[in-house]
C-alpha cells in the first residue's frame, strides 16, 4: 500500500507561515502597547511631580516667575499625559486586532491537522484492512494446501 499523503499540506504549510506571521504581529502590536502604557506611567509620574513643586512649603516665598513656569509646565505635561493616553488606547485597540487575528490564524491551522489527523486514522485503517485482507488469503492458502 501507498505511504500516507495529505493533499491539503501545502495549504497546512501557509496556514502554518500565516500563523507565525500573525504572531510577530501581534508580539509587535503587544511591545508597543506596553511602551505606551511605562510611557503613560512616567508622564503621570512626571505631572505629579511638578504639581508638587507647584505648591510651596508653608512660610516658604516662590517667586512669580517659577510659579508661571510651573504652570506652563504643567499644562505641557498634562497636553502630552493626553496624547499618550490617546496613543495607548489606540494601541491596545491595534493589539487586541491583532490577537484577534492571531486567534482566527490558529483556530484555522489546527483544523487543518485535525483534517490532516483524521486523514492518516482513516488511511491507516484502510492500510490495516488491506494488510488483514492479504494476511486472511496467505492463510486460506496454507490451510488448502494441508
Not at 516658604?60 to 509646565?73: D, I, K
Not at 494601541?91 to 487586541?96: C, G, I, T
Amino acid at each position: 500500500m501507498k505511504s500516507f499523503y495529505f493533499r491539503l499540506d501545502r495549504i497546512l504549510r501557509l496556514r502554518e507561515g500565516a500563523e507565525r506571521s500573525q504572531a510577530r504581529r501581534y508580539g509587535e502590536a503587544a511591545r508597543v502597547e506596553a511602551d505606551l502604557e511605562r510611557q503613560c506611567r512616567e508622564q503621570t509620574d512626571y505631572l505629579a511631580g511638578i504639581g508638587e513643586r507647584k505648591t510651596p512649603a508653608v512660610g516658604q516665598l516662590t517667586n512669580a516667575g517659577v510659579l508661571r513656569a510651573l504652570q506652563l509646565t504643567s499644562d505641557a505635561a498634562a497636553s502630552q499625559l493626553d496624547d499618550a493616553e490617546r496613543a495607548r488606547v489606540d494601541a491596545e485597540k491595534q493589539a487586541e486586532t491583532e490577537r484577534t487575528e492571531l486567534t482566527k490564524a490558529r483556530v484555522e491551522r489546527k483544523s487543518l491537522e485535525r483534517l490532516k489527523e483524521q486523514h492518516q486514522s482513516d488511511w491507516r485503517a484502510a492500510a490495516n484492512r488491506h494488510e488483514q485482507k492479504e494476511m486472511d488469503e496467505v492463510a486460506a492458502r496454507t490451510r488448502g494446501r494441508r
